[in-house]
């Protein structure tokens, strides 16, 4: 076997750019390490003739120069630390592609259903309007919640419990996503016209979490524990808003099929009149078409089975489609 020889006997490879070699020690044979094993099989007819140009592999000998990596040794080399790069990434990072944390409901197949509001920025309803310049002012990453089975006077008497539940989850999942998170912030909303106000808000302020930790919370969007049920919403409201229709009277379960009729009606002369003199009282981005905001408006219809009956026994379907404009382009409309 071989034996640690002295510092002066180490020889360093070069340092490639995408590799961090550990020193290693090689050591030079000595002359019993080359005698050929004293057994019969030495002594056999099969016995290699050259013993002396044979070596083991764990005891190589002792390179006279700094081997330079060929093309070919320097790719595996490359892959090997981009491999271990990959692993020390994805042992840190891969844990915040899906929560697996035994306090919240699992993910069903296919994910959470969506929740539909009467508007694309509903969460800001009733806010106050000073409490909705502070939520302007504070940094991302940031993004609203709003707790199901909670009305806005629910929200309101109970603030503070529904503020400290939220924290109370939103940290576990930052645990989860990074050891020692900093603490999580969350600022319930307030009326605008204070507590004799009719209409209420119920959207909260969440803040002060990590990027890694917002993405996760917002690509699951629902969590729900033994106390709470709410729903992760960006801050923001870029995407135009989406309509949303109820269609009965079909029997048919493929919602490919309806879909097709509501594209073949909507596409009729008189129809496809009406929606863009709809268009024409808007004002439509860069100047596009009100044939083609037409055509965009008929082509992002989407249908979906809902589960369950109206009177009748129909069954009942929701058609969904998405306008090609913000709403601060329809002033008319």
């Known amino acids: 076997m071989p034996t640690p020889t002295s510092q002066g006997n180490r020889v360093h490879p070069p340092h490639p750019d995408l590799l961090v070699y550990q020193d290693f020690t090689v050591t030079t044979s000595h002359a019993d390490d080359d005698k050929p094993p004293s057994s019969d099989l030495a002594s056999s007819i099969h016995a290699p ?23 070919e040794e320097q790719a595996i080399l490359d892959h090997l630390a981009l491999a271990d790069m990959n ?15 035994p306090q919240f409901t699992p993910v069903p197949n296919g994910g959470f259903p969506a929740v539909h509001m009467s508007h694309s920025a509903q969460i800001f309803d009733h806010l106050d309007n000073r409490v909705l310049l502070a939520w302007f002012q504070v940094k991302h990453p940031k993004f609203l919640v ?79 524990t033994m106390d709470l049920t709410f729903e992760a919403l960006p801050f923001h409201c870029n995407h135009p808003p989406e309509l949303l229709f109820c269609l ?6 493929d919602s490919e099929t309806i879909l097709q009729t509501v594209n073949d009606t909507w596409s009729r002369e008189e129809n496809r009149s009406h929606i863009e003199e709809l268009f024409s009282k808007c004002s439509l981005p860069d100047g596009v078409p009100t ?31 998405s306008l090609p404009v913000p709403p601060t382009t329809l002033k008319h409309g």
């Open 146 to 224: 709003r707790v199901f089975d909670h009305s806005g006077k629910d929200v309101a008497e109970r603030a503070a419990i529904l503020a400290e539940r939220i924290r109370t989850s939103i940290s576990t999942i930052a645990e989860f996503v990074q050891k020692d998170a900093p603490p999580v912030r969350v600022s319930p909303p307030q009326p605008q016209g204070g507590r004799e106000a009719k209409h209420l808000p119920t959207g909260f302020l969440v803040h002060k979490v990590t990027e890694e930790t917002r993405n996760l919370i917002l690509n699951q969007r629902i969590w729900s």
């Open 49 to 71: 003739n050259n013993s002396k140009g044979d070596h083991l592999m764990s005891a190589p000998p002792s390179p006279t120069i700094r081997h330079a990596p060929t093309a």
């Open 291 to 321: 044939y083609i905001a037409t055509h965009n408006f008929i082509e992002s219809a989407r249908v979906e089975l809902l589960d369950f009956k109206i009177t009748g026994g129909y069954l009942s379907h929701a058609l969904m489609s």
């Open 87 to 101: 692993r020390s990434v994805l042992s840190q990072n891969g844990q915040t592609n899906r929560a697996t944390l």
């Open 248 to 253: 009965s009277g079909f029997t048919t379960l």
